[in-house]
T-cell receptor
Framework: GAVVSQHPSRVICKSGTSVKIECRSL??????MFWYRQFPKQSLMLMAT?????????EQGVEKDKFLINHASLTLSTLTVTSAHPEDSSFYIC????????????FGPGTRLTVL | GDSVTQMEGPVTLSEEAFLTINCTYT??????LFWYVQYPGEGLQLLLK?????DKGSNKGFEATYRKETTSFHLEKGSVQVSDSAVYFC????????????FGGGTRVLVKP
């Protein structure tokens, strides 16, 4: 299957700082990337969808100025949590689809963000 | 709107027992159906998929058949192992919805030796 990586796997930061999370497709070109947030023992909540070279499309209720998404190349998307606060602490997971499998999302391993 | 309903867990089994996790869906179109598995502290791994009615997806001893008449995609495994302990998510994808996944709530499975 297609491989998606995320970096970092864990990050701890102080309240008010910004954190960048990278999502990379390692063996395919990702036409679309998705960013999710997952709370403990819950399902995934879609935050936004991004296509290479285009602005991300955010789901209702997600603050686009707080969660900045950049999809600068066909293998890299970044999520920046700006001015992070403790309530932003969560597990963030990205996924990607490729040209030959537009209906199948392959997921990264996730990033655990803790804001102190 | 589109939705996926799966049985609530946790499901606790003994090793070598038979596992079934029920999943039903509601969709306005003709979706592709998926099962993903999530191990503790990790992202989701694609377990299997089916794209049309009567398709059977299978992987690692798990199977699920796309039943259009009952709008279901139940996951089964004949003999579970301790290593199958995880959370299982049923999901659907509609191309008309921009290939976004609609997830069920997840079912936690615990296999005891």
């Amino acid at each position: 299957g297609a491989v998606v990586s995320q970096h970092p796997s864990r990050v701890i930061c102080k309240s008010g700082t910004s954190v960048k999370i990278e999502c990379r497709s390692l063996d395919f070109q990702a036409t679309t990337m998705f960013w999710y947030r997952q709370f403990p023992k819950q399902s995934l909540m879609l935050m936004a969808t991004s296509n290479e070279g285009s602005k991300a499309t955010y789901e209702q209720g997600v603050e686009k100025d707080k969660f900045l998404i950049n999809h600068a190349s066909l293998t890299l998307s970044t999520l920046t949590v700006t001015s992070a606060h403790p309530e932003d602490s969560s597990f963030y997971i990205c996924s990607a689809t490729g040209l030959s499998f537009t209906d199948t999302q392959y997921f990264g391993p996730g990033t655990r963000l803790t804001v102190l | 709107g589109d939705s996926v309903t799966q049985m609530e867990g946790p499901v606790t089994l003994s090793e070598e027992a038979f596992l079934t996790i029920n999943c039903t869906y509601t969709a306005t179109g003709y979706p592709s159906l998926f099962w993903y598995v999530q191990y503790p502290g990790e992202g989701l791994q694609l377990l299997l998929k089916a794209t049309k009615a009567d398709d059977k997806g299978s992987n690692k001893g798990f199977e699920a058949t796309y039943r259009k008449e009952t709008t279901s995609f139940h996951l089964e495994k004949g003999s579970v192992q301790v290593s199958d302990s995880a959370v299982y998510f049923c999901a659907l994808n509609l191309k008309a919805a921009g290939n976004k996944l609609t997830f069920g709530g997840g079912t936690r499975v615990l296999v005891k030796p």
